[in-house]
């Protein structure tokens, strides 16, 4: 059992680190971080993100700000809110919730969002940076970093270590990919078109799983030992439950519990860390413009994120 990394646990552990600090800045100069969200159309799972978001900023005492537009708008429009946004003092995070309709060009919804304000680190400024060794981006992708998070508070080895990352996405392989890259393991991306990945994920010290494609990863394809942070989250039919589904990961979870030293649960493992790490990286934001840190030097100011 204690093989099983309850991401639920370090996630409540961070917010309240988080809430803290939201309340000292309250006291201290009557202002609080705020965050924007905004969501364009009605799909029910953005939809389901979104309040969860909204919840937890409320949870930590963060202001949070919705803008809902229907799936009409224009690009125009929507670059006119983020905008808006970008110019509104009492605003430090927007996140624009993904996936955007088919007439909108995600990229450039992406790139209007002020850097300083990019809490999902997507801006191609904070990725690049991500990229670059001796720069910091203003803001790491929440998911990726929700990983590094649950790796780091579990002491878990990185510098030297065989790193194998599934997946290649913007949001989530590639940029944990360069993570794990700045704190000296060995890295190695696969996907779609990877040959005999079985033999590649054999040769991990620590498995990063986000192809989004149900129990891809078998026990027999793990090292002994290894460390397994299951990213992915894929509905499958379960007539068992409430809402027809349940949630399974990337990994084989009976499986890789029997061989790997500690491994992540879905649900439970990184969801409640990506959500954890927004309201950390909505904090660092408000920070900056509260306190007066600025936020055009290099170097990220991320507690558990130290410049090396
Ligand atoms: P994506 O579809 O954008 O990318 C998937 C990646 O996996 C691609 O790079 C692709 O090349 C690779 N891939 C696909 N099939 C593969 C296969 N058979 N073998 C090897 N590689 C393969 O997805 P994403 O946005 O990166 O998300 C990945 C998964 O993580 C999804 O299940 C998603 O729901 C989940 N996710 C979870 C959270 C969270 O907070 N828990 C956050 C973001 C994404």
Request: proline share 5%; charged share 25%.
């Amino acid at each position: 059992k204690d093989r099983v990394i309850d991401g639920k646990a370090v996630a409540k552990t961070i917010q309240g680190e988080i809430a803290s600090e939201v309340s000292r800045l309250k006291d201290r100069y009557g202002r609080v971080p705020g965050l924007a969200v905004v969501i364009v159309g009605a799909r029910k799972d953005s939809q389901t993100y979104v309040r969860m978001k909204k919840k937890a900023c409320a949870d930590v005492g963060i202001a949070s700000f919705e803008k809902c537009l229907p799936d009409t708008v224009s690009q125009e429009e929507l670059l006119k809110f983020v905008r808006d946004f970008n110019s509104d003092k009492s605003v430090h995070g927007i996140l624009v919730q993904l996936p955007l309709p088919k007439h909108i060009d995600e990229s450039a919804v992406l790139a209007e969002i002020s850097i300083e304000k990019d809490v999902d680190g997507f801006h191609p400024l904070n990725i690049g940076r991500l990229c670059m060794k001796g720069r910091e981006p203003l803001f790491i992708p929440c998911t990726p970093f929700g990983c590094m998070q649950l790796l780091e508070r579990n002491n878990i080895k990185i510098k030297g270590a065989n790193a194998v990352v599934v997946g290649r996405s913007n949001i989530v392989g590639l940029p944990a990919a360069m993570l794990l890259l700045k704190r000296d393991a060995s890295v190695t991306i696969v996907h779609s078109a990877t040959q005999d990945m079985a033999s590649i994920v054999r040769r991990a010290d620590i498995v990063i799983a986000a192809a989004g494609k149900t129990e891809l990863i078998k026990k027999e394809w793990l090292k002994p030992g290894c460390v397994v942070i299951d990213v992915g989250t894929n509905g499958v039919e379960d007539k068992t439950k409430k809402t027809g589904y349940r949630l399974v990961g990337d990994v084989d979870f009976a499986g890789a519990k029997q061989v790997a030293a500690a491994v992540t649960p879905v649900p439970g493992g990184v969801g409640p860390m990506t959500i954890a790490m927004l309201l950390q990286n909505t904090l660092e934001g408000g920070k900056r413009d509260i306190e007066g840190t600025g936020s055009s030097s290099s170097s990220s100011s991320q507690p558990g994120w130290k410049k090396r």
